[in-house]
Nanobody, 128 residues
Framework: QPELRESGGGSVQAGGSLRLSCAHS????????MGWFRQAPGKGREGVAT????????YYADSVKGRFTISLDNADNTLYLQMNNLKVEDTGMYYC?????????????????????YGQGTQVTVAS
């Protein structure tokens, strides 16, 4: 498993923006699935956005479509999540994940990393 390190979380007012970063070590596959998950207090972890590293497949949860953008910079091995027009309900711990799932699974909306391997997370708090 690659090492994953999230950063960029913080506290913002509703309507504000944040950009999360996930620095990761090289993976032993040419292409693989990466994604962002979040967990609100008292709730289970949910998938927010995923991306297959060939750039051809992405997935967004309905709750973030049109507001969040997932992207990957292969040059510095960093996955990003640009979050705009943040809402109070976006509050939670955000985690990065990666595994060699194929694009059909990666973009299908139900992928989660095998073995439950995530980074340590970064907290996002949106105030009303």
């Amino acid at each position: 498993q690659p090492e994953l390190r999230e950063s960029g979380g913080g506290s913002v007012q509703a309507g504000g923006s944040l950009r999360l970063s996930c620095a990761h070590s090289r993976y032993a596959y040419s292409h693989y699935c990466m994604g962002w998950f979040r967990q609100a207090p008292g709730k289970g972890r949910e998938g927010v956005a995923t991306l297959y590293t060939d750039g051809r497949t992405t997935y967004y949860a309905d709750s973030v479509k049109g507001r969040f953008t997932i992207s990957l910079d292969n040059a510095d091995n960093t996955l990003y999540l640009q979050m705009n027009n943040l809402k109070v309900e976006d509050t939670g711990m955000y985690y990065c994940a990666a595994d060699p799932a194929p694009p059909t699974v990666c973009g299908g909306g139900s992928w989660s990393p095998s073995g439950g391997y995530y980074g340590q997370g970064t907290q996002v708090t949106v105030a009303s």
